[in-house]
């Protein structure tokens, strides 16, 4: 068993998630009418894992999103966009009083992490989702963080909570940059654990993507199934996570409230047409990727490097900022330095 630590919880902050999506309509829709920027003072409560699952917000129909129900998640009927965003991330701020991996529990199967910008002026977010047979582990961070210590602790907890004795951790990195898979070596050896390298040929080796990066491949967490989605373009053997049980798509460093550097320009294109091609029919709840460097002052970024981030961005970005990138990126003729009001296209 895992030592029981203690999160904190963040209230969160409930905010609806748009209907289906339509590209063509969604490409002229205004910035920052989906992103919820983040307001006032963090409030947090305290609970254990495990001990205190009553503790946990319930949640309020009145603020929740029109989602339809989805009868084969894991643990019953979840409905769409339910899941819990907190108000406020760990921000660098007020070192002291903050932990080496904030971890956040979206729903009861859904959990984001951040590493503290104490640590590292990345601030690298971590996605677990459990399903009901496999739980998958989105990006490792950037080192110096009890990541695997972190994360089979809350397997533990889960395991306990579900009744379980063991479910097999899928170890995944959104891309091959150092931020997102420093951790990786924590991983290597322990039981009921299998790491698949971010690299192309152990890629599409592992999910059977056939050719690399059209084909879109699929992983069954039992009863919760997440597309992968070759989005090669920042760095070649990225990919994204659809999980269409929760409309949750991780774009990882190809699409954050930040600087998208972009080094394959067509490449990354493609890549962004891919995943609003593939979701064009799909009810999209949030798009979350693995940093925040946008303020909450649209247009504004943090400089370079800095570990304090007061006032950000929220993490999550919505269906039409995916849609806004993508018509943005089709109107360049050639590729260009662009601020967006959540985002800025950064060509290296
Ligand atoms: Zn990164």
Same mark, same amino acid.
């Given at each position: 068993m895992?030592?029981?630590?203690?999160?904190?919880? =963040?209230?969160?902050?409930?905010?609806?998630? /748009? $209907? !289906?999506?339509?590209?063509?309509?969604? +490409?002229?829709?205004?910035?920052g %009418?989906?992103?919820?920027a983040?307001?006032g003072?963090?409030?947090?409560?305290?609970?254990?894992?495990?001990?205190?699952?009553?503790? =946990?917000?319930?949640?309020?129909?009145?603020s /929740? $999103? !029109?989602?339809?129900?989805?009868?084969? +998640?894991?643990?019953?009927?979840? %409905?769409?966009?339910?899941?819990?965003?907190?108000?406020?991330?760990?921000?660098?701020?007020?070192?002291?009083?903050?932990?080496?991996?904030?971890?956040?529990?979206?729903?009861?199967d859904?959990?984001?992490l951040?590493?503290?910008?104490?640590?590292?002026?990345e601030?690298?977010f971590?996605?677990?989702?459990?399903?009901?047979?496999?739980?998958?582990?989105?990006?490792?961070?950037?080192?110096?963080?009890?990541?695997?210590?972190?994360?089979?602790?809350?397997?533990d907890?889960?395991?306990?909570?579900n009744?379980k004795?063991?479910?097999?951790?899928?170890?995944?990195?959104?891309?091959?940059?150092?931020?997102?898979?420093?951790?990786?070596?924590?991983?290597?050896?322990?039981?009921?654990?299998?790491?698949?390298?971010?690299?192309?040929?152990?890629?599409?080796?592992?999910?059977?993507?056939?050719?690399?990066?059209?084909?879109?491949?699929?992983?069954?967490?039992?009863?919760?199934?997440?597309?992968?989605?070759?989005i090669?373009?920042?760095?070649?053997?990225?990919?994204?996570?659809?999980?269409?049980?929760?409309?949750?798509?991780?774009?990882?460093d190809t699409?954050?409230?930040?600087?998208l550097?972009?080094?394959?320009?067509?490449?990354?294109?493609?890549?962004i047409?891919?995943m609003?091609?593939?979701?064009?029919?799909?009810?999209?709840?949030w798009?979350?990727?693995?940093?925040?460097?946008?303020?909450?002052?649209?247009?504004?970024?943090?400089?370079?490097?800095?570990?304090?981030?007061?006032?950000?961005?929220?993490?999550?970005?919505?269906?039409?900022?995916?849609?806004?990138?993508?018509?943005?990126?089709?109107?360049?003729?050639?590729?260009?330095?662009q601020?967006?009001?959540?985002?800025?296209?950064?060509?290296?």
């Amino acid at each position: 068993m895992g030592p029981r630590r203690t999160v904190a919880l =963040l209230l969160g902050l409930l905010v609806g998630c /748009s $209907g !289906s999506n339509d590209p063509s309509s969604a +490409g002229s829709s205004e910035t920052g %009418s989906s992103a919820t920027a983040a307001t006032g003072e963090s409030s947090s409560t305290t609970v254990e894992l495990g001990t205190d699952s009553t503790a =946990l917000p319930s949640s309020d129909s009145s603020s /929740s $999103g !029109s989602g339809t129900h989805d009868e084969t +998640g894991t643990g019953g009927p979840h %409905s769409r966009c339910e899941g819990e965003l907190p108000r406020w991330w760990q921000d660098g701020t007020v070192c002291a009083s903050e932990d080496p991996i904030q971890v956040h529990r979206y729903d009861d199967d859904t959990y984001i992490l951040r590493q503290s910008l104490c640590t590292s002026y990345e601030g690298p977010f971590m996605v677990l989702l459990f399903g009901d047979d496999r739980v998958v582990l989105e990006d490792t961070g950037h080192g110096g963080i009890p990541i695997a210590q972190t994360v089979y602790g809350i397997i533990d907890d889960w395991l306990a909570e579900n009744g379980k004795t063991s479910i097999e951790l899928v170890v995944l990195n959104s891309h091959a940059h150092g931020d997102h898979m420093q951790g990786n070596g924590s991983f290597m050896g322990q039981p009921d654990t299998t790491l698949v390298p971010p690299t192309v040929a152990e890629l599409s080796a592992y999910f059977q993507i056939d050719p690399w990066p059209h084909d879109i491949a699929q992983l069954d967490l039992g009863g919760r199934v997440i597309d992968i989605i070759p989005i090669p373009g920042h760095q070649q053997a990225h990919i994204a996570l659809w999980d269409e049980s929760r409309g949750l798509l991780l774009t990882g460093d190809t699409l954050y409230p930040g600087r998208l550097y972009i080094g394959a320009f067509e490449t990354y294109v493609q890549s962004i047409h891919r995943m609003v091609d593939h979701l064009a029919d799909q009810e999209v709840c949030w798009v979350l990727g693995t940093h925040i460097e946008m303020t909450s002052t649209p247009g504004v970024d943090y400089p370079f490097g800095v570990q304090q981030h007061p006032d950000e961005h929220p993490l999550e970005l919505s269906f039409e900022h995916l849609v806004e990138l993508r018509d943005a990126l089709d109107a360049m003729v050639t590729p260009q330095y662009q601020v967006h009001d959540h985002f800025i296209i950064y060509p290296l």
